[in-house]
T-cell receptor, first 113, second 115 residues
Framework: GDSVTQMEGPVTLSEEAFLTINCTYTATGYPSLFWYVQYPGEGLQLLLKATKADDKGSNKGFEATYRKETTSFHLEKGSVQVSDSAVYFCALTLSGSARQLTFGSGTQLTVLP | DADVTQTPRNRITKTGKRIMLECSQTKGHDRMYWYRQDPGLGLRLIYYSFDVKDINKGEISDGYSVSRQAQAKFSLSLESAIPNQTALYFC??????????????FGPGTRLTVL
């Protein structure tokens, strides 16, 4: 079945450090890929998305590129801030009537001042 | 005001009790979803509904039931709660039925503890 694998956390960084959170997927078709973020005590929010190979999603300084050849969608940010501390989820959806989201297990990021 | 609301936000109950979690949305979306979140497992889909008359089981529907009372309301019930249903429960909505993107909008979650 379809699945998403994320790097295990937690990840702890100092402010202004470079961030990479790895995400790989397995899918029977051609998925759309997403990163969602969950701030403490809140629900998930869409951070960025990409719908086809080589697309780059970006938002709030975060970027991720859809790599079909490596089935990956790694999240990156050049300089993290304390306010980026949250749980990050990689997810995919496939075409079809259901268009359900399949989530990875989440990666906890803590940024220290 | 929040677009997707959930009540209650926290609930502690005992094994065997019937519990209902409620979700309301003001986004005008047709699609609604219930997920549970467990540490290290991400979110798993329990049930989803594409409109009032369309209810579908998700990945982990056993032990749960749902009711779509109106376009804006989608309730999740645990008929006889058990301790391994202790989790964080999220409701979500999606309105873009023609798009491939399927962005979902999440409520703040309900933390349920079954003793």
């Amino acid at each position: 079945g379809d699945s998403v694998t994320q790097m295990e956390g937690p990840v702890t960084l100092s402010e202004e450090a470079f961030l990479t959170i790895n995400c790989t997927y397995t899918a029977t078709g051609y998925p759309s890929l997403f990163w969602y973020v969950q701030y403490p005590g809140e629900g998930l929010q869409l951070l960025l998305k990409a719908t086809k190979a080589d697309d780059k999603g970006s938002n709030k300084g975060f970027e991720a590129t859809y790599r079909k050849e490596t089935t990956s969608f790694h999240l990156e940010k050049g300089s993290v801030q304390v306010s980026d501390s949250a749980v990050y989820f990689c997810a995919l959806t496939l075409s079809g009537s259901a268009r359900q989201l399949t989530f990875g297990s989440g990666t906890q990021l803590t940024v220290l001042p | 005001d929040a677009d997707v609301t959930q009540t209650p936000r926290n609930r502690i109950t005992k094994t065997g009790k019937r519990i209902m979690l409620e979700c309301s949305q003001t986004k005008g979306h047709d699609r609604m979803y219930w997920y549970r979140q467990d540490p290290g497992l991400g979110l798993r889909l329990i049930y989803y509904s594409f409109d009032v008359k369309d209810i579908n089981k998700g990945e982990i529907s056993d032990g749960y039931s749902v009711s779509r009372q109106a376009q804006a309301k989608f309730s999740l019930s645990l008929e006889s709660a058990i301790p391994n249903q202790t989790a964080l429960y999220f409701c979500a909505t999606s309105g873009d039925t023609s798009s491939f993107y399927n962005e979902q909008f999440f409520g703040p979650g309900t933390r349920l503890t079954v003793l």
